[in-house]
């Protein structure tokens, strides 16, 4: 569990779906992600927690301190194609935009991933007109490397969402 001044983020339990399936819903969230129904939504948790037994680490719970509410996920995966590297990354409930959440979940995933692991870089993805996601890597400090952009080969070669930008952060010296 990491805890910040404001969120907590923890492994997934299964109280978690009906929150996860209700950011799955919401448009706004979804507009540049594949969409999911329910049995979707639920074997997207599914993995995430397969990963956090695994690896000790997953895209984790974002749960605000103050009333417990899920807010979205937010933590890192390891290298899976066609990344050769960990990847950090979040989603948050359309609720939770703009007021900071993001950057305060990513900045703690970023200090425990540099605490707890050995790794050299961490990348982060998105579509490539995915302009929110684009500044909260910024702000955290990743740069984009845009000669390692990609079409993401898990989407069909007609899907408007496949280019994607890839960020990347190295560890602090």
């Not at 001044?5 to 979804?30: F, G, H, K, N």
């Not at 937010?74 to 950057?103: D, M, T, V």
């Not at 961490?122 to 952009?149: Q, W, Y």
Request: charged content about 25%.
């Amino acid at each position: 569990m990491i805890e910040t001044s404001r969120l907590i983020l923890r492994p997934w339990e299964d109280r978690d779906r009906d929150a996860a399936y209700a950011m799955t819903q919401d448009a706004a969230v979804m507009a540049y992600l594949p969409a999911l129904d329910r049995a979707g939504s639920d074997a997207m948790v599914d993995r995430i927690m397969a990963m956090q037994a695994e690896h000790g680490h997953t895209f984790w719970v974002m749960e605000r301190r103050q009333d417990g509410a899920m807010l979205g996920m937010c933590g890192f995966c390891p290298p899976r194609p066609p990344l050769a590297e960990y990847e950090i990354g979040w989603r948050l409930a359309s609720a939770a935009w703009g007021q900071g959440y993001g950057a305060e979940a990513a900045r703690a995933t970023l200090d425990w991933a540099w605490a707890h692991r050995d790794m050299a870089s961490i990348v982060a993805i998105t579509f490539r007109g995915n302009a929110k996601s684009r500044r909260l890597m910024e702000r955290i400090g990743m740069t984009h490397a845009p000669a390692e952009d990609f079409d993401h080969p898990a989407l069909p070669p007609d899907d408007p969402l496949r280019p994607h930008v890839l960020y990347r952060i190295h560890r602090p010296m």
